[in-house]
Nanobody, 120 residues
């Protein structure tokens, strides 16, 4: 059993910054990757940033140079630092963790989501 809890969302003006946190608890082992997705009303959920078990990062083109993903393995926590925020970044942000249980079975865990609203 794994639980992911996000925090740090809120209302911010264009050009501002927010830092999202995702803390994982439960039976944490064989983590392949963690990441952040977002979904705006009426749109498909999309990958914002991901980080593998080796530390390799991946970003959506729309956030490169503005967002930074990082992790603290000892705390089972992943972060998303968001700078120079734009109204287009407004969405519900979801934390994701992929755990490999066997060569036949990997499972995606999701947090409840945290609202990020960028508006003047």
């Amino acid at each position: 059993q794994v639980q992911l809890v996000e925090s740090g969302g809120g209302l911010v003006q264009p050009g501002g910054s927010l830092r999202l946190s995702c803390a994982a608890s439960g039976n944490i082992f064989n983590v392949n990757a963690m990441g952040w997705y977002r979904q705006a009303p009426g749109k498909q959920r999309e990958l914002v940033a991901g980080i593998t078990n080796s530390g390799t990062t991946n970003y959506a083109d729309s956030v490169k140079g503005r967002f930074t993903i990082s992790r603290d393995n000892a705390k089972n926590t992943v972060y998303l630092q968001m700078n120079s925020l734009k109204p287009e970044d407004t969405a519900v942000y979801y934390c994701n963790m992929i755990i490999q249980y066997s060569v036949w079975n990997e499972y995606n865990y999701w947090g409840q989501g945290t609202q990020v609203t960028v508006s003047s």
